[in-house]
């Protein structure tokens, strides 16, 4: 196969695109991709300072070495989860990136920040890991890009995981997802000034554009040493197992996530946009991030804030939560 753009030797072939690229167009490619979604879904401006939340891996390495090379004020985050060999690798991989970029790199541990792993957390609380860890990095990244003042947090979501997210949420019908699936959120401020303000700062995700198998090969090609391995804890992870399948039905026909997710962006998100929880939000009275305000007469307390109590409480008194084991499946 040959370049589509120069017809030299094509080193990739993009299927839903019908195109091969050299290595130096296919480059030119994946950038053109994250530029034209920056511009689309209007994510940010170039005065903007941005706060990248990084994994070690490969979408998050890339797409912070996209921005860094156009030029942005990219700074990179790595949560330290705790998850033994595995977050070590990772951190290592984050640092080595900066150092080669000579780009600034926060990094925050959450053993340090609260007293607990995420392996721990899975313990204490009788939850799957994956829930957990989601929840916190949520709640740290907004955390973090709110105390060191950056007004957007970029996350590394590529085209596979959104699309991958996308039917999960129209399998469970989970409408309120629906409504806030979006490459670009922008920031949310609730309650009145002062105290009562809470803010979830404005989220975008450049990278929908490209596939995951797309953002291996540029992360390849530009040399970036990006940790391979997947996390341990993934085993179960429902999103995975949504991942194969859309896979699957890609390589039967070229172009159906990207298809199914942008026809979704077109036709159908606005219809869940309204589908917002009746309670309104409101800070935590105990750490003041945004939350629910049901009308039960309890102090607003946040997801995060409760879990961590959950935690807290079941280490003292030396008990683990419930198993969350998988369903057994009737026979
Ligand atoms: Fe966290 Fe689960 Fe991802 Fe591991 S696989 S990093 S536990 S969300
Ligand atoms: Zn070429
Ligand atoms: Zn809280």
Same mark, same amino acid.
């Given at each position: 196969m040959k370049c589509k753009v120069c017809s030299e030797h094509a080193v990739i072939d993009v299927r839903r695109h019908n195109a091969g690229f050299c290595q130096s167009h296919f480059i030119d490619h994946i950038k053109a991709q994250v530029v034209k979604t920056i511009k689309e879904f209007k994510m940010?401006?170039?005065e903007d300072r941005l706060l990248i939340a990084v994994s070690g891996g490969k979408d998050s390495l890339a797409i912070w070495d996209i921005l860094l090379d156009l030029g942005y004020d990219a700074t990179g985050f790595y949560l330290?989860? %705790?998850?033994g060999g595995y977050s070590t690798r990772s951190k290592e991989a984050s640092v080595r990136f900066a150092d080669e970029r000579g780009a600034k790199l926060i990094v925050r541990s959450l053993q340090q920040e609260h007293g607990f792993t995420v392996p721990e957390l899975s313990r204490l609380t009788g939850r799957v890991p994956c829930s957990g860890c989601g929840l916190n990095k949520r709640y740290e990244f907004n955390r973090a890009a709110l105390e060191e003042g950056f007004q957007v947090l970029v996350t590394g979501h590529n085209l596979d995981d959104e699309v991958a997210t996308l039917f999960g949420n129209v399998l469970h019908w989970q409408t309120e997802q629906l409504g806030r699936q979006a490459p670009m959120l922008e920031e949310r401020v609730f309650g +009145? %000034? %002062?105290? *009562?303000k809470t803010v979830l700062v404005r989220k975008v995700k450049p990278l929908v554009r490209v596939a995951e198998r797309e953002s291996a090969a540029y992360a390849v090609l530009k040399g970036i040493d990006y940790i &391979?391995? +997947?996390?341990?804890? &993934? +085993? %179960?992870?429902?999103q995975h197992r949504y991942k194969e399948a859309m896979t699957m039905l890609e390589e039967a026909s070229p172009g159906t996530k990207a298809q199914l997710y942008f026809g979704f962006l077109k036709k159908a998100s606005h219809r869940f946009?309204?589908?917002? *929880?009746d309670a309104p939000v409101v800070p935590c009275t105990s750490c003041g991030a945004p939350t629910l305000q049901w009308d039960d007469g309890k102090l607003p307390i946040c997801s995060f804030c409760k879990t961590k109590t959950l935690a807290e409480r079941n280490k003292l008194e030396g008990k683990t939560g419930a198993p969350q084991g998988r369903r057994r499946r009737r026979r």
């Open positions: 940010f401006e170039p330290d989860l %705790g998850i +009145e %000034g %002062g105290d *009562a &391979v391995e +997947e996390c341990p804890m &993934v +085993e %179960g992870n429902t946009k309204e589908e917002e *929880a």
